[in-house]
Every structure is written in structure tokens, then in C-alpha cells.
């Protein structure tokens, strides 16, 4: 039975369609308002609208990884949390990178069981309830920033 809402957005951004989805259902029943995404340009265009207070991201995608999707989320909506997720060996690059770059984002290892992607989601919200406030609505959007983009 699915439970009242909790008014916390999520976006889920994974390039297979069946884990995004999935993983939103999963988010939905638990009362969370979920988008998921398969393109992480898409998560980013859509943060424009109306951004997450929390983005989960698969690391490795074509296109975008999830690590810069995260960057490029957060330099436009600082107070925006960040869980990644993956099943690759790869993302120890990706993070080192990123930690150079002044970040420091939380990494589950797939395959995750749904209790510990809500345990990790329920204390990453109640860290936000007791943060200053939201200067996330405040900052203006200029946009997603792609190695693609001329």
C-alpha cells in the first residue's frame, strides 16, 4: 500500500530503463515524488523546471556520467543531495575526480537491496531538514553543461 507523500523530489537516473523505473516505483510506494530518467541531459534539463531535493544516479552512462551529471547538478542547485550508485569498477576514477573537484558523493555498490537505498535516502533528507536554508529555488538555472556542447 503506498504511503502519503512526503513531498521530497527525487530524480532516478540510470540508462537502463528497468532499473530507473523500478527503482522509482520502489521510491513512489514510500511516499517520495519520483521522475526517473534514462538520459542524464534529460535529468538535467528538467532540473531546470523544477529541481530534486535528492538526485540517485547509475555512475557509468553513455553520454554524461553520473559523477559529472552530479557536479553539473549541484555548481546549479547546491543543496541538492547526491546518492550514486554502481556495479562497475570504473567509478574509483570517476571519483577520485570528482573528490579533486571539491566533491564528495555518496556510492552504493549494485545490486543494492530497495531497505538500503531508503535507509540511505531517509538519512540523507533528515540531514537536509536540519541544514540552513533552501538556496536551491533561489539561484537561477543557466543550464546543462555537456562535453557535447560546443
Do not use: N
Not at 530534486?52 to 554524461?64: E, H, T, Y
Not at 570504473?90 to 564528495?104: I, K, N, Q, S
Not at 555498490?109 to 529555488?137: F, G, H, N, Y
Request: net charge negative.
Amino acid at each position: 500500500m503506498p504511503q502519503p507523500s512526503t513531498g521530497d523530489r527525487i530524480f532516478v537516473v540510470d540508462d537502463d530503463p528497468i532499473i530507473s523505473s523500478t527503482l522509482a516505483t520502489i521510491l513512489s510506494l514510500h511516499g517520495y515524488l519520483v521522475t526517473p530518467y534514462t538520459s542524464p541531459l534529460e535529468a538535467l534539463q528538467a532540473a531546470h523546471a523544477e529541481a530534486p531535493d535528492l538526485l540517485i544516479s547509475d555512475v557509468v552512462m553513455p553520454g554524461l556520467s553520473g559523477v559529472e551529471l552530479a557536479i553539473q547538478m549541484k555548481e546549479h542547485r547546491p543543496d541538492c543531495k547526491v546518492l550514486l550508485f554502481s556495479g562497475q569498477a570504473a567509478t574509483t576514477d570517476l571519483l577520485e575526480d570528482a573528490r579533486r573537484r571539491g566533491h564528495d558523493f555518496e556510492l552504493l555498490t549494485k545490486p543494492v537491496p530497495p531497505v538500503e537505498i531508503l535507509k540511505k535516502i531517509r538519512s540523507m533528507i533528515q540531514r537536509t531538514l536540519v541544514s540552513p536554508m533552501d538556496e536551491c529555488a533561489a539561484r537561477p538555472w543557466a543550464g546543462p553543461q555537456s562535453a557535447f556542447q560546443p
